[in-house]
C-alpha cells in the first residue's frame, strides 16, 4: 500500500512551493493535476520529472518516484504478495525520470552514475522486497507504516514522509554485502561485492566513513547483527592500516611487472577504474583474457608479498567470517524464539525451497 496517504504527499508538495492548484497546473504542464493531487486519478510516470521540477524537490526527486512505484506496484494490506515480471518493470523504469543523484562526498563509493529512479527502485525492493540482492524474482509483499516519522516541522514534505527508507535500504546493502563476504550471493551480484570491495581497497579513507554510519547506537542490545556491527566497527581502524600497506605491496608488484615506477596514487587510479569496468567483470570472455595476460609473466621475478600483512589479513578474515557467522545464528535463534509456529514453519519452507535451488 502506499507508505502515506496520496492526498497528504501531493497537498504537501504544493503548499510547500506555496503555489495555488491552478498555479501548480502550470507549472507542472499536468492537466489533470487538481485531480490526482485529490487521489482521482493516478499520474503516468512521465509527468514525474515536471512535477519534481514544479515543486524544486532536487536531490529528493527519488522519494517522489519511490512513492510512486509504491502506489502503482505494492499491493494493499490483506492481499496476496505480487511479483513483477522484468518486462513490466523495464517498461515502466523506462518512463521514469534518468536524472542523476549528486551523491556529494560519497561520489567516490559508487561504481558509476545513479539516477534516481535507481535509488527509487532500491527503496521498493529493500522495504517490501527480498532481504538482499540476489533473489532471482521481485516478489513485492504488503507491509503497512502506521506511523510518520518524528522530524522537524520544516524538513521538506518528501524527506519527512520517505527518507527513512533510506535506513531500509542501508540494511539491504549491508545484507548483500555481508552475504557476499561469506562467498554465499548468485555470481552477478558477488561480482557486485567484489567490485565495491576494490573502491573500498581505493580509498581506505572510506572506512573510516563506513565505521561512523554503520555503529550501532549507545545503550543497542549487542547481539546477532547488532553485536557484527560494533565489532566491524572496532576493527574498521585496523582494516584501514592494512588496506594502506597492501597498496604499498601493490605498488611493488606493480613496479616489477612495468619495468618503471609506480606511486601508490597509481595503484589506486588502477583500482577504481577496473572496478568500474563494466565490459570487464561481466564479460567472461574479458576475464579469461585478464588470465591469460597474467600467465605470461614472470611469476619468480615479482617480489614477494609481505608475509606478515599477509598472515594480518588473513586473521582479520578469519576474524569476522567467524563473527558473521555468529551474528546470523543468533539472529536465526531469536527468530524462531520469537515467532509463531505458523510463520516459523513457512520460514523454513522457503529456505529448504531457496537451498534446492541453489
Known amino acids: 500500500m502506499p507508505s502515506h496517504p496520496a ?4 497537498a504537501g ?39 519534481g521540477a514544479a515543486f524544486d524537490v532536487g536531490n529528493d526527486l527519488w522519494q517522489l518516484v519511490y512513492a510512486w512505484l509504491v502506489d502503482r506496484f505494492v499491493p494493499l494490506p490483506g492481499c496476496e504478495p505480487v511479483e513483477i515480471s522484468d518486462a513490466e518493470l523495464r517498461r515502466q523504469l523506462c518512463r521514469l525520470p534518468q536524472r542523476e543523484v549528486d551523491l556529494g562526498e560519497y561520489a567516490d563509493m559508487a561504481l558509476g552514475p545513479l539516477t534516481h529512479t535507481d535509488v527509487a527502485v532500491a ?29 522537524p516541522s520544516d524538513v521538506p514534505v518528501l524527506a519527512r514522509l520517505y527518507g527513512d527508507v533510506l535506513r531500509d535500504i542501508f540494511r539491504y546493502v549491508a545484507r548483500t554485502f555481508l552475504l557476499g563476504g561469506l562467498r554465499v550471493l548468485p555470481d552477478a551480484p558477488q561480482r557486485q561485492v567484489h567490485r565495491y570491495t576494490w573502491l573500498v581497497l581505493s580509498e581506505p579513507e572510506l572506512l573510516t566513513r563506513l565505521r561512523g554510519a554503520g555503529a550501532p547506537p549507545p545503550g543497542v542490545r549487542k547481539r546477532g547483527l547488532d553485536w557484527l556491527a560494533m565489532l566491524a566497527a572496532r576493527v ?15 605498488r611493488r608488484l606493480s613496479e616489477a611487472v612495468e619495468g618503471a615506477p609506480v606511486t601508490v596514487e597509481d595503484v589506486k587510479d588502477l583500482l577504481r577504474r577496473t572496478a568500474r569496468d563494466d565490459v570487464l567483470w561481466e564479460s567472461p570472455a574479458s576475464l579469461e583474457k585478464l588470465g591469460d595476460l597474467a600467465d605470461t609473466i614472470d611469476v619468480d621475478a615479482l617480489p614477494e608479498p609481505d608475509p606478515k600483512l599477509n598472515r594480518q589479513l588473513r586473521a582479520l578474515h578469519d576474524l569476522v567470517h567467524r ?36
Open 7 to 10: 492526498e497528504t504527499r501531493r
Open 13 to 51: 508538495l504544493r503548499h510547500q512551493a506555496d503555489v495555488s492548484i491552478l498555479r501548480a497546473q502550470e507549472l507542472t504542464a499536468y492537466g489533470n493535476y487538481e485531480r490526482w493531487e485529490s487521489a482521482q486519478t493516478r499520474v503516468g510516470a512521465d509527468h514525474l520529472d515536471n512535477i
Open 123 to 151: 527503496g521498493v525492493i529493500a522495504r517490501y522486497g527480498c532481504g538482499y540482492a540476489g533473489d532471482r524474482r521481485l516478489v513485492l509483499a504488503a507491509t503497512e507504516r502506521t506511523t510518520v516519522p518524528t522530524v
Open 236 to 250: 574498521a581502524p585496523l582494516a584501514q592500516r592494512l588496506a594502506y600497506r597492501k597498496l604499498e605491496d601493490l
Open 323 to 358: 563473527a558473521a557467522r555468529r551474528a546470523i545464528t543468533e539472529e536465526l535463534d531469536d527468530a524462531r524464539a520469537t515467532a509463531d509456529p505458523r510463520s516459523a514453519m513457512d520460514a523454513l519452507h522457503l529456505l529448504q525451497a531457496d537451498a534446492a535451488d541453489r
